[in-house]
């Protein structure tokens, strides 16, 4: 990715034209492959303007007390691929407090895609590929 130009978020934040920040944490599992343990969302976000957005880009849409407590805004997530074959969503519903779709505490919104991918077997079952679009309005 670097190759092409595009920077990668891992455990970093990118102020986006003075509008918000894009914040891009490391997955939960490189923890575990890596053997080094993603940054916490309040060391990411020090010195980070908190009156702009605060949008993050987490893999997995677990430990949401974090960012509801750190003021994020919208959390954009996936994974769980909406179980990707019945009867495994009854699974991931239960281990994610929200699988897929929308999710909202507060001011904190989390968006769970089920992606257009798969994991393992090269199938899906009982759920439908996505690509979400989303469309962003700020508050003044």
């Keep these: 990715m670097g190759e092409a130009g595009v920077r990668v978020l891992r455990d970093s934040t990118q102020e986006v034209a003075g509008s918000f920040y894009l914040v ?12 080094v343990k993603r ?8 010195g980070v303007d908190r009156s702009l957005p605060l949008l993050l880009m987490d893999h997995q849409p677990s430990q949401l007390e974090e960012p509801v407590e750190q003021g994020i805004d919208l959390q954009l997530s996936g994974h769980t691929h909406a179980g990707q074959l019945f009867p495994i969503r009854l699974m991931t519903r239960r281990i994610f407090e929200d699988d897929w779709g929308l999710l909202r505490k507060g001011n ?12 393992g077997p090269p199938i899906r079952l009982g759920n439908t590929p996505e690509v979400v679009d989303i469309m962003i309005k700020f508050n003044q």
Aim: overall charge positive.
């Design 24 to 35: 891009g944490r490391d997955d939960l599992s490189s923890e575990r492959v890596n053997k």
């Design 39 to 46: 940054q916490s969302l309040k060391t990411l976000l020090q």
């Design 108 to 119: 904190f919104q989390l968006i769970v895609s089920s992606g257009y991918g798969t994991w």
